[in-house]
């Protein structure tokens, strides 16, 4: 691939749960001493004092200042007895504790060279403190040597993101709701922040819109960017790692892996838009070899059945959008054609929701998973449109 006419602006990657897992903690010993030791490393960040503690302080300074009469003479100054400084708070030691994810060093080494030679930049977007991520960036740095890790272009942290006024349930709600909610004293908002491809992008003074476009976003947890960038097709979503606090599973972790071997095909393929086209198009023969037509065709089927026999209204992307939700459900899960094809329907129909569920127009949030697919409108709409499907679903199979 020529690198001077490669599409690829920028990768940029997360940190917690994308490259490392962290555990933090009050004592400097392992907490999994039984983890490999070459993949681990901690350091010590000194805290300020527990911010409530500070804001009652401050309440109650106040109302002993408040109250003092404003009418009482000034003592003498030979009476006056010196009123001992409340020494500052102490600042305590947090451990953090560091478990590198399999396959990082071979990922950092080929962001490197990606980097020396093409006009690809490399940033890393966090949602933590910026001590917090340069303590971890050195440790890895040291961890894969100096020589091969790459160059981060820039570093955004949490003081980096915009803050947007949300609900504080997230969702977005119609008229109606919202005066229901004021009226009953529900409709605080609260100050959110949030990550954004576009603050990237100015960031990283990139200022064409194809050149925004072309920012591939490594995540684990798109609940922090908004409905846009969640359907842009930019933001690769890694699945979160626990490292050991879930040993066996991620023994055999190869996500890091998996990612270099994409960024690789999108380097080959010369864009992230050419990439995602071809990873559609040809998904069936790279899984199933010669099967792939009666692949295609049993997809086919299935979708023909969920629209016209079932009755579902299903456009275009959602369509491709689930069918590949499906296929990889499908691989990961170990399928093959001689499953039912009611499971596979199942399936399928589940695959349509969750889709429906990335592209669901919510306001970015930490709360993205925890909060704002169980609180709001969202799942109302699943039971009362969904449902009624599953329900001619079950009838049919």
Same mark, same amino acid.
């Given at each position: ?65 408040? &109250?003092? #009469? ?41 962001? !490197?060279?990606?980097? !020396? ?48 006024? &949300? #609900?504080?349930?997230? #969702? ?35 200022? #064409? ?33 626990? +490292? ?34 071809? !990873?559609? +198009? ?6 199933? +070899? &010669? ?7 049993? !997809? ?7 629209? *016209? ?18 296929? *990889? ?10 499953? &039912? ?57």
């Amino acid at each position: 691939m020529d690198a001077s006419s490669l599409e690829l602006s920028c990768v940029v990657l997360d940190v917690d749960r994308t490259l490392i897992r962290s555990v933090r903690s009050k004592s400097s010993s392992n907490p999994y001493p039984e983890h490999d030791t070459d993949a681990y490393f901690s350091f010590i960040l000194h805290a300020d004092a527990d911010a409530s503690t500070k804001r009652s302080q401050s309440v109650s300074s106040r109302s002993y200042n408040t &109250s003092k #009469p404003k009418s009482s003479p000034p003592l003498a100054k030979t009476s006056t007895v010196p009123t001992p400084s409340r020494p500052p708070p102490p600042k305590s030691e947090e451990h953090y504790h560091i478990y590198i994810r399999p396959g990082l060093k071979k990922l950092m080494h080929y962001l !490197r060279y990606l980097r !020396r030679d093409t006009c690809v930049q490399l940033a890393i977007a966090s949602m933590a403190s910026r001590d917090y991520v340069e303590a971890i960036l050195l440790g890895l740095k040291r961890h894969c040597t100096e020589r091969k890790f790459p160059h981060f272009d820039v570093v955004l942290t949490r003081e980096s993101w915009d803050e947007n006024l &949300s #609900p504080s349930s997230t #969702p977005t709600y119609p008229m109606s709701v919202l005066l229901e909610r004021h009226r009953r004293g529900l409709a605080r908002k609260i100050c959110l922040k949030f990550k954004s491809i576009e603050k990237i992008a100015e960031v990283l003074s990139l200022e #064409p819109q194809c050149a925004m476009q072309n920012i591939l976003v490594v995540d684990d947890d798109m609940g922090y960017y908004d409905h846009e960038d969640r359907v842009s097709g930019q933001i690769y979503q890694i699945p979160a790692w626990n +490292g050991p606090v879930t040993a066996a599973v991620s023994q055999g972790d190869k996500e890091l892996e998996l990612l270099g071997a994409m960024i690789q095909s999108i380097v080959k393929v010369g864009s992230l838009k050419k990439y995602l086209f071809s !990873r559609v +198009g040809s998904v069936f023969k790279h899984e199933y +070899g &010669s099967k792939h037509k009666n692949q295609v065709k049993l !997809r086919k089927e299935m979708m023909n059945v969920l629209i *016209n026999d079932i009755g579902m209204e299903i456009d275009e992307h959602t369509a491709i959008s689930s069918v590949w939700l499906f296929d *990889n459900i499908s691989r990961f899960c170990h399928k093959d054609e001689d499953d &039912s094809v009611d499971e596979y329907l199942e399936i399928l129909f589940g695959c349509i929701i969750v889709y429906q569920m990335y592209i669901y127009d919510v306001y970015p949030s930490a709360h993205f998973y925890r909060l704002s697919f169980t609180q709001n409108e969202f799942w109302e709409q699943v039971m009362d449109v969904f449902f009624e499907y599953y329900v001619r679903l079950l009838f049919h199979i």
